[in-house]
């Protein structure tokens, strides 16, 4: 009993001075992006417009008002703005923080029931320290709301896996509905769970019921596609001038976002077990990937200046003014995400739909920040005890990545001030 009150105070205190970190980062408007403040007030100021005269500033909304963001957030922000100040606003978004914990941590009760709570509850503790979640809690956004109903979706997945009844495979669905309505993009899991349901559940019935459930739901999201000109929104919203077959270039994506995917999970990765993995891989595997790479690099093409690009990319640029380094990190993190996905379908099939997730030119560290601490931990067949528990070292190494991302992220705006991740 006295073990266990003491854990109930560690935790207590643990989160009660992480959430004074967030609102002592409010107080310093904290941007850790360095374009979340400019993202959030943009937004808002359309959100006042719709206040002003909604039918016109919804009817300009994606076509004048240049934004890929769905209008439902923003919606509501404007009921919001006409009871409290941006700056209240802002303090009361910083409570977004608690539900964010509380529904990863149920979801990793679920999935890790035979780990130690306190195990769980320091994994949990990484929202409140990500970079990105904090600055689109601290700048509101339509991003944090939308991963958070995406996080809710998982722990309703989580929990009725093996049930997947009508009435629990429609919670699932219209939690994943609600984030995509939110932030559009989250709408690529559907074929994750939509695969899943389709496998998992003992009557078909179930499965088209909950087919034309979820297209029924989806036909205001798709009037309101059609009624815009969505392909000249989404190419000026995306601050720079590209062609169609450079914004979907795939050698772009699967370069970068398999290096943030390398760079999110450096707070938990087993280094050691990952070498001993990748020294004992067949060397017909290794000169596939390294065929599959190098054609990736030959296709690559993403500028350096200030479109994102991850950490790595970043660092080859600024470092070495050329991609050689980002190169030789793409294929670690290919062989990685590899050596890690074990042969495992579910694995393979979860790193398509993170490419999916980002379908425009520009690809920065917010999109996938905590996205992928969280998916990892959650959806992907992960080993957490190989790749975090048995590690003597574990805290040290959870705490101190987490501390040189911030280094990181100071370190370019005192050096860099126009680079973005």
Same mark, same amino acid.
């Given at each position: ?9 560690v =935790? ?15 107080? %310093?408007n ?14 808002f ?10 039918? *016109? ?14 209008? =439902? ?20 978004n ?14 990793? *009760? ?5 780990i130690?709570s ?5 994994? $949990?503790s990484? %929202?409140? %320290? ?18 958070l ?9 989580l929990?009725?896996q093996?049930d997947?009844n009508?009435?629990n ?6 939690s994943?509905? =609600?984030? $995509?309505?939110?932030?559009p993009?989250?709408?690529v ?5 939509i ?18 459930? $979820? ?7 798709l ?21 169609? $077959? @450079? ?6 994506k699967?370069?970068?976002?398999s ?25 017909? @595997? ?5 065929i599959f ?39 670690i993190?290919? %062989? ?12 393979y ?25 969280v998916?990892?931990l ?12 048995? @590690?003597s ?26 680079? *973005?991740f």
């Amino acid at each position: 009993m006295n073990k266990f009150i003491r854990e109930k105070y560690v =935790v207590f205190f643990l989160f009660l001075g992480l959430y004074l970190s967030l609102l002592i980062g409010l107080h %310093l408007n904290e941007d850790n992006l360095g374009g979340a403040a400019h993202d959030s007030i943009y937004h808002f100021k359309i959100s006042e417009k719709l206040n002003e005269n909604f039918l *016109k500033t919804f009817n300009e909304f994606g076509n004048l008002e240049k934004t890929r963001n769905s209008p =439902v957030f923003w919606i509501f922000l404007s009921f919001l703005s006409n009871f409290f100040s941006y700056q209240t606003i802002q303090f009361l978004n910083t409570f977004l923080i608690f539900p964010f914990t509380y529904y990863f941590y149920k979801c990793l *009760k679920i999935k890790y029931k035979k780990i130690n709570s306190i195990y769980l509850i320091i994994l $949990s503790s990484y %929202l409140f %320290l990500s970079p990105s979640l904090r600055s689109l809690i601290i700048w509101p956004y339509s991003l944090s709301w939308g991963l958070l109903f995406f996080i809710i979706s998982i722990y309703y997945f989580l929990r009725y896996q093996n049930d997947l009844n009508l009435s629990n495979s429609l919670k699932i669905i219209s939690s994943l509905v =609600v984030a $995509s309505y939110i932030y559009p993009s989250f709408s690529v899991f559907y074929l994750f769970y939509i695969y899943k349901i389709f496998n998992g559940s003992s009557n078909k019935t179930t499965f088209f019921i909950t087919l034309i459930i $979820s297209l029924i739901m989806s036909l205001p999201c798709l009037y309101y596609i059609f009624t815009r000109d969505v392909i000249s929104s989404f190419q000026d919203s995306q601050g720079v001038g590209v062609s169609f $077959s @450079k914004s979907f270039n795939l050698s772009n994506k699967i370069l970068i976002i398999s290096t943030i995917c390398f760079y999110a999970l450096l707070p938990i990765i087993n280094f050691q077990e990952l070498i001993k993995k990748i020294l004992t891989t067949e060397k017909k @595997k290794i000169l596939v990937i390294i065929i599959f790479c190098l054609i990736n690099f030959y296709f690559f093409n993403f500028p350096h200046s200030v479109w994102g690009g991850g950490f790595f990319h970043k660092l080859s640029n600024v470092v070495f003014n050329n991609n050689y380094l980002f190169f030789l990190f793409s294929f670690i993190s290919i %062989l990685f995400l590899l050596t890690i996905a074990n042969k495992n379908f579910d694995n393979y099939f979860l790193f398509i739909i993170l490419i999916l997730y980002n379908p425009q030119f520009t690809i920065y560290i917010k999109y996938f920040d905590p996205l992928i601490f969280v998916t990892f931990l959650t959806l992907f067949n992960f080993n957490l005890k190989e790749n975090f528990l048995e @590690k003597s070292y574990k805290f040290y190494q959870f705490y101190g990545f987490i501390f040189l991302y911030y280094v990181a992220i100071y370190s370019k705006k005192m050096y860099f001030l126009d680079l *973005k991740f």
